[in-house]
């Protein structure tokens, strides 16, 4: 671990797109020089489609979130931002999941998941609620 909680690096910023608008922003990133890496359909609380991109040969990607309903926290945000797609999330790497849970909830962060879950790529994630930093904050251990 590198630190307590054991942040490793910044997994991905995740950008809000609007329904329909997921392929035409894939193409602007592409164009800058991004390179599609994984795609994948989540359900359950999440409802969105996803598009994680890598630049540079990584490690730090931007994951486009389409919602798919209108019950996705991401169109309620959208909802919020007139309308407009935008920032999402900020999200953090760290080899052990449960200790950046348990590291963060003793030093008194507001944690949205009562514990870990899946995530999407067959990561394990939680989320920190925006009172606790001023944004969203996605900590992501990777598959394995």
Do not use: W
Not at 49 to 57: A, S, T, W
Not at 111 to 120: E, H, L, T, V
Request: hydrophobic content about 40%.
């Amino acid at each position: 671990m590198h630190g307590v909680p054991g942040f490793q690096f910044i997994d991905h910023i995740a950008i809000a797109v609007k329904r329909g608008e997921l392929e035409t922003q894939v193409e602007r990133y592409v164009s800058l020089g991004y390179r599609e890496i994984h795609r994948e359909v989540v359900l359950g609380t999440d409802q969105v489609r996803e598009v994680l991109l890598e630049v540079g040969g990584g490690p730090n990607c931007v994951q486009l979130l389409e919602p798919l309903s209108d019950d996705s926290p991401v169109q309620k945000l959208i909802d919020r931002n007139g309308g407009r797609g935008g920032f999402a999330h900020f999200a953090l790497r760290v080899a052990d999941i449960h200790a950046a849970f348990d590291a963060l909830k003793q030093r008194g962060f507001e944690i949205i998941d009562k514990a870990p879950r899946p995530g999407s790529r067959g990561t394990t994630v939680f989320f920190v609620h925006p009172k606790s930093l001023g944004y969203l904050l996605e900590v992501v251990q990777a598959p394995g």
